[in-house]
């Protein structure tokens, strides 16, 4: 079965410093891997996503990711934090599923960011 | 910008009551999601929705659950019977295209479910 995990519950990051949003992953094929941003009464935004090709993913506000298939990781960073970075954040992998023509996706818990002044 | 929108942003039911959840997607999108967040927990998948006709579906999506798309513009998730353990956030969401697991879901703002 696939699985994400996001280690940190919250991540606290100094304004103007680089942040790093960790993520990991276990399936069986290709992962298709993604990362939404979920500002409070807001629904999921998408951030990045990575399906082939080079493995630095570069996407909405700043943010950028970097595939690594040894590692199963798909960690979210930005160089430099701003408090309007603060929300939170979900990593998604889809993957075909073994029993054939199924690419459900699989959330991780999310992980709080805040950025403090 | 479009957006997935979706009414109520908050249901309140007793346990055992029908509920329907409504979504209207993005109006050029043709894939159709509903998933659940139990507060706390991860984001689940409960149904695809292409074509008129359920794509794939999880384990939570039991014969309790429903989606139609009654016209051309919203998307319902209905809940025959209620359980206390259904209250949860549901979230809508709608792609222009299946791109065999590679494409972007747009994500609705949740409708918070509360069953007493």
């Known amino acids: 079965a696939q699985s994400v995990a996001q280690p940190e519950d919250q991540v606290n990051v100094a304004e103007g410093n680089p942040l790093t949003v960790k993520c990991t992953y276990s399936?069986?094929?290709?992962?298709?891997l993604f990362w939404y941003v979920q500002y409070p009464n807001r629904g999921l935004q998408f951030l990045l996503k990575y399906i082939t090709g080079d493995n630095l993913v570069k996407g909405s506000y700043g943010f950028e990711a970097e595939f690594n298939k040894s590692q199963t990781s798909f960690h979210l960073k930005k160089p430099s934090a701003l408090v309007s970075d603060s929300a939170l954040y979900f990593c998604?992998?889809?993957?075909?599923?073994?029993?054939?023509?199924?690419?459900?996706?699989?959330f991780g818990r999310g992980t709080s960011l805040i950025v403090h002044p | 910008e479009p957006e997935v929108t979706q009414t109520p942003s908050h249901q309140v039911t007793q346990m055992g009551q029908e509920v329907i959840l409504r979504c209207v997607p993005i109006?050029?999108?043709?894939?159709f999601y509903w998933y659940r967040q139990i507060l706390g927990q991860k984001v689940e998948f409960l149904v695809s929705?292409?074509?008129?006709?359920?794509?794939?579906k999880s384990e939570i999506f039991d014969d309790q659950f429903s989606v139609e798309r009654p016209d051309g513009s919203n998307f319902t998730l209905k809940i025959r019977s209620t359980k206390l353990e259904d209250s949860a956030m549901y979230f809508c969401a709608s792609s222009p295209e299946g791109s065999g697991g590679s494409d972007t879901q747009y994500f609705g703002p949740g409708t918070r479910l509360t069953v007493l």
């Open positions: 109006s050029n999108h043709l894939y």
């Open positions: 929705f292409y074509n008129n006709e359920i794509s794939e």
């Open positions: 998604a992998v889809r993957a075909l599923h073994a029993s054939g023509g199924s690419y459900i996706p699989t």
């Open positions: 399936v069986s094929g290709n992962p298709y």
